[in-house]
């Protein structure tokens, strides 16, 4: 199986800036899509960006000029710089990717990490 490990959440005012890290691990795995989901109190979970092991980006529009994702494939990393900051992207922020493996493609997620933005 695989393990997503987040770090980099916390507490930052409108207009600063934060960035996510997550690292998957595991063995005998290659990981397909990579990105972040985010679930604010009372809201489903959604996607704010992922990344293909191509590099090919999504984007949710609220988020489109202010944030970036990006990984490193050799690494098994992928990152998520928040730029500009507002209210509104108080989230928990999920890890997740698509890997292949010996049990045939799976999604995994990480256990979150809270970004906070105070106005």
Same mark, same amino acid.
């Given at each position: /199986?695989? /393990? =997503?490990?987040?770090?980099? &959440?916390? =507490?930052?005012?409108? &207009?600063?800036? +934060?960035?996510?890290?997550?690292?998957?691990?595991?063995?005998?795995?290659? #990981?397909?899509?990579?990105? @972040?989901?985010?679930?604010?109190? %009372?809201?489903?979970?959604?996607?704010?960006?992922?990344?293909?092991? %191509? %590099?090919?980006?999504?984007?949710?529009?609220?988020?489109?000029?202010?944030?970036?994702?990006?990984?490193?494939?050799?690494?098994?990393?992928?990152? +998520?710089?928040?730029?500009? =900051?507002?209210?509104?992207?108080?989230?928990?922020?999920?890890?997740?990717?698509?890997? /292949?493996? #010996? @049990? &045939?493609?799976?999604?995994? @997620? %990480? /256990?979150?990490?809270?970004?906070?933005?105070?106005?």
């Amino acid at each position: /199986q695989v /393990q =997503l490990v987040e770090s980099g &959440g916390g =507490l930052v005012q409108a &207009g600063e800036s +934060l960035r996510l890290t997550c690292a998957a691990s595991g063995s005998e795995f290659s #990981p397909n899509t990579m990105g @972040w989901y985010r679930q604010s109190p %009372g809201k489903l979970r959604g996607s704010v960006a992922t990344i293909s092991n %191509g %590099g090919n980006t999504n984007y949710v529009d609220s988020v489109k000029g202010r944030f970036t994702v990006s990984r490193d494939n050799a690494k098994n990393t992928v990152y +998520l710089q928040m730029s500009n =900051l507002k209210p509104e992207d108080t989230a928990v922020y999920y890890c997740y990717t698509n890997a /292949q493996g #010996p @049990w &045939g493609r799976k999604s995994f @997620w %990480g /256990q979150g990490t809270q970004v906070t933005v105070s106005s």
